[in-house]
């Protein structure tokens, strides 16, 4: 089992930046691949940011050139660094970890952080 805690979600203006940090309870280096989802009113969940242990990384078009994610391996935990925030980009966002094992991947979720992006 694995266990993600997300924090660092907010109220931040338009422009502004916000440092989203999820903690892992196991060692991230054994996690295939790490990313950010976000689920806004009324919309399906999705992709924000992923990032493969192999060292790939995929960018919804919307977060590219303004967020960012990376990996502490010290701390077990996955960032997601948000600049030039949009009122679109409010939403509930989501840590998730994908488990390659012998008998199938497997997905696991945080419960997740809001950010609204308002004036």
């Known amino acids: 089992q694995v266990q993600l805690v997300e924090s660092g979600g907010g109220l931040v203006q338009p422009g502004g930046s916000l440092r989203l940090s999820c903690a892992s309870s196991?060692?991230?280096?054994?996690?295939?691949?790490l990313g950010w989802y976000r689920q806004g009113p009324g919309n399906v969940r999705r992709p924000v940011e992923t990032?493969?242990?192999?060292?790939?990384?995929d960018y919804a078009k919307s977060a590219e050139g303004r967020f960012t994610i990376t990996r502490d391996n010290a701390k077990n935990t996955v960032n997601l660094q948000m600049n030039g925030l949009k009122p679109e980009d409010t939403a509930v966002y989501f840590c998730?970890?994908?488990?390659?094992?012998?008998?199938?991947?497997?997905?696991?979720w945080g419960h997740g952080t809001q950010v609204t992006v308002s004036s």
């Open positions: 998730n970890a994908e488990i390659n094992y012998t008998a199938g991947n497997k997905n696991y």
């Open positions: 196991v060692d991230i280096k054994s996690i295939s691949q």
């Open positions: 990032n493969r242990n192999t060292g790939g990384t």
